[in-house]
T-cell receptor, first 116, second 115 residues
Framework: AQSVTQPDIHITVSEGASLELRCNYS??????LFWYVQSPGQGLQLLLK??????LVQGIKGFEAEFKRSQSSFNLRKPSVHWSDAAEYFC??????????????FGKGTRLSVIA | EAGVAQSPRYKIIEKRQSVAFWCNPI?????LYWYQQILGQGPKLLIQ????????DSQLPKDRFSAERLKGVDSTLKIQPAKLEDSAVYLC?????????????FGPGTRLTVL
């Protein structure tokens, strides 16, 4: 069964500092990988996704993520964090079956706090 | 393009009461999902529909939870009777079916508090 591990429950960074959120997945084949962001009281918004090809993917809001098959990782990065980036971040994995899309399997999330 | 709509946004009930949530997916999206998000955890799938048929309900507590999507459009999720541990945010998502993996679009969720 697929699983996703986000080892950091809570991270605090200073505004303007760089950010890296870790994500490890467990899946036999090449998965589809996603990062979502959830602000308080809001739904989930897709930041970026990896299906195949270039292992460094660019997303919205200046985020990027790198797929490393050898490490089963898909870490999210941002070179300079803004106060508005404070939110909960979820890594997720899915695949494509004969019946179409499979559901997303999410990690437990990493809460990002940004200080001045 | 309108997004995924859910109602109500908030609901407070007492244990053993029943409750229902409604979801209207994005127009033309054949696949609909219900996820449960308990505080401090990531969303977990409850049920997946393809048009009006169930694709996956293996994690739905069928003794108390039920869901339907009668005309392949909007969907209702019901809990009867509710337990304290059902307090969570219930997220609805939809996606198209054709071709490669398609993005799931999420609604704002319904926050349920069971007292």
């Amino acid at each position: 069964a697929q699983s996703v591990t986000q080892p950091d429950i809570h991270i605090t960074v200073s505004e303007g500092a760089s950010l890296e959120l870790r994500c490890n997945y467990s899946y036999g084949a090449t998965p589809y990988l996603f990062w979502y962001v959830q602000s308080p009281g809001q739904g989930l918004q897709l930041l970026l996704k990896y299906f195949s090809g270039d292992t460094l993917v660019q997303g919205i809001k200046g985020f990027e993520a790198e797929f490393k098959r050898s490490q089963s990782s898909f870490n999210l990065r941002k070179p300079s964090v803004h106060w508005s980036d404070a939110a909960e971040y979820f890594c997720a994995v899915a695949t494509l079956s004969y019946s179409g899309n499979t559901p997303l399997v999410f990690g437990k999330g990493t809460r990002l706090s940004v200080i001045a | 393009e309108a997004g995924v709509a859910q109602s109500p946004r908030y609901k407070i009930i007492e244990k053993r009461q029943s409750v229902a949530f409604w979801c209207n997916p994005i127009s033309g999206h054949a696949t609909l999902y219900w996820y449960q998000q308990i505080l401090g955890q990531g969303p977990k799938l409850l049920i997946q529909f393809q048009n009006n048929g169930v694709v996956d309900d293996s994690q739905l507590p069928k003794d108390r939870f039920s869901a339907e999507r009668l005309k392949g459009v909007d969907s209702t999720l019901k809990i009867q009777p509710a337990k304290l541990e059902d307090s969570a945010v219930y997220l609805c998502a939809s996606s198209t079916r054709e071709g490669a993996y398609n993005e799931q679009f999420f609604g704002p969720g319904t926050r349920l508090t069971v007292l």
